[in-house]
Structures are given as C-alpha cells and as structure tokens.
C-alpha cells in the first residue's frame, strides 16, 4: 500500500516531507491534478484541492479504483457568495451525483461533503 499526498507549496511540501511518516507515505510537491496522471490509482481519494475537484474532477475519477472510495470537501453552497464558485460547486455537486460509475451521497456536515463509490463494474 502506498499513500501519496500531494502539496502546491514546495516549502511545505519539503517541511511535511521532513516528518516521521510511516514507510508507505510520499510527499510530492506540485499542482495535484497535474500530477493524478503519473501517481497510479488509489482505493481512498480524498480531493481537498480545487485542482481536481473543481478543475480535473475526470481525472480525480479516473485515479479511484474499483470499490475505492472519494471523498470531497467544500461542496456547501451555502459558503460561496461569488458565481464562479458556486457555479463550481454546482457542477462538481451534479457530476458525482449523476455519473453512472459512481454511488454519491451528500453529508450535511462540516463544509458539505460528498463521499463517492466508485461501482466495481463499468
């Protein structure tokens, strides 16, 4: 098992990367949907960054395995007052909802989450 995280701020990437993390762990520095492609897939996405979430969402999709689980966070409207944002939100929000290969169930809580299944078949 491998678990990548990645981060757009290379100091922070370097300064995370400098802590005692478990041998399966690796920091990468970059723009995370950027780097999607290269990293493999994953059973558990956890898309914190607009890069992939709000931009890349296929991307983030194609990287979650069979069975695996995404989780995406900010997807409360209620947060957003300009219309770009919540023009965002929107689409990501009916994208999980409606693709086919995924199961979608929204969690009112913290700053709305979606917790997605990707279907073992399609």
């Known amino acids: 098992m491998v678990i990548d995280t990645v981060e757009r701020d290379e100091e922070l990437a370097a300064l995370a990367a400098q802590a005692d993390?478990?041998?399966p762990v690796r920091v990468h520095s970059g723009d995370a949907?950027?780097?999607l492609a290269t990293l493999g897939s994953y059973e558990l996405i956890f898309a914190?960054?607009?890069g992939g979430k709000w931009t890349g969402l296929d991307r983030t999709i194609a990287a979650l395995r069979p069975g695996g689980t995404l989780v995406v966070d900010d997807m409360d409207p209620a947060r957003y007052t300009e219309a770009a944002h919540l023009a965002?939100?929107?689409e990501v929000r009916r994208?999980?909802?409606?693709d086919p290969r995924l199961?979608?169930?929204e969690l009112p809580a913290a700053?709305?989450?979606i917790l997605v299944t990707r279907r073992a078949f399609a």
């Open 95 to 98: 994208r999980l909802l409606t």
């Open 103 to 105: 199961i979608a169930a």
């Open 48 to 50: 914190d960054a607009e």
């Open 111 to 113: 700053t709305g989450l």
């Open 21 to 23: 993390w478990p041998s």
């Open 88 to 90: 965002a939100v929107a």
């Open 33 to 35: 949907e950027g780097l």
